[in-house]
T-cell receptor, first 114, second 113 residues
Framework: GNSVTQMEGPVTLSEEAFLTINCTYTATGYPSLFWYVQYPGEGLQLLLKATKADDKGSNKGFEATYRKETTSFHLEKGSVQVSDSAVYFCALSDLRGSQGNLIFGKGTKLSVKP | GAGVSQSPRYKVAKRGQDVALRCDPISGHVSLFWYQQALGQGPEFLTYFQNEAQLDKSGLPSDRFFAERPEGSVSTLKIQRTQQEDSAVYLC???????????FGQGTRLTVV
């Protein structure tokens, strides 16, 4: 079945460091791909998305490119801030067009130290 | 309301008790989703409503789990005869349509003792 695998955390970085969180997926068809973020004490929030191959999603300095040939959707940010400390979830929609029927990875906790 | 509201935020139940978890979606949102998130795991899909119709319940883990949305707004997830393995955070999400962004509530943390 469809699945998402993301790198295990926790990831600890210093402020202004470069961030990569790896995400690969297994899916039939043409899923949409998402990154969600969960800040401490808050609900899941959509960070960015891509709906077809080679699309790049971007938001708040984060970006991820939908790579069909490597079935990947790695999250990157050039310079992290303390406020980026959160848990990041990669997800796919296995129902064409749906943004709510999601399959999530296990999450990667990011801690950014000043 | 401004966002998806879930209550209670925390629930402790003795094994064998029935529990009911409430979700107030964003006003006007047609689609509503329930997820279960075990400790250290990502959320797992449970069920989906379009208005009052439950169109997908493929993720419900057993017949002890039941969800309803009788008037197409508030939804309740009921778990009968709770077991320890039911301990998890239960997340609700709503969206204007199935194809638009889903907004998540903060979840209800259920602990079965």
């Amino acid at each position: 079945g469809n699945s998402v695998t993301q790198m295990e955390g926790p990831v600890t970085l210093s402020e202004e460091a470069f961030l990569t969180i790896n995400c690969t997926y297994t899916a039939t068809g043409y899923p949409s791909l998402f990154w969600y973020v969960q800040y401490p004490g808050e609900g899941l929030q959509l960070l960015l998305k891509a709906t077809k191959a080679d699309d790049k999603g971007s938001n708040k300095g984060f970006e991820a490119t939908y790579r069909k040939e490597t079935t990947s959707f790695h999250l990157e940010k050039g310079s992290v801030q303390v406020s980026d400390s959160a848990v990041y979830f990669c997800a796919l929609s296995d129902l064409r067009g749906s943004q709510g029927n999601l399959i999530f990875g296990k999450g990667t906790k990011l801690s950014v130290k000043p | 309301g401004a966002g998806v509201s879930q209550s209670p935020r925390y629930k402790v139940a003795k094994r064998g008790q029935d529990v009911a978890l409430r979700c107030d979606p964003i006003s006007g949102h047609v689609s509503l989703f329930w997820y279960q998130q075990a400790l250290g795991q990502g959320p797992e899909f449970l069920t989906y409503f379009q208005n009052e119709a439950q169109l997908d319940k493929s993720g419900l883990p057993s017949d002890r789990f039941f969800a309803e949305r009788p008037e197409g707004s508030v939804s309740t997830l009921k778990i009968q005869r709770t077991q320890q393995e039911d301990s998890a955070v239960y997340l609700c999400a709503s969206s204007q349509t199935r194809e638009t962004e889903a907004f998540f509530g903060q979840g209800t943390r259920l602990t079965v003792v």
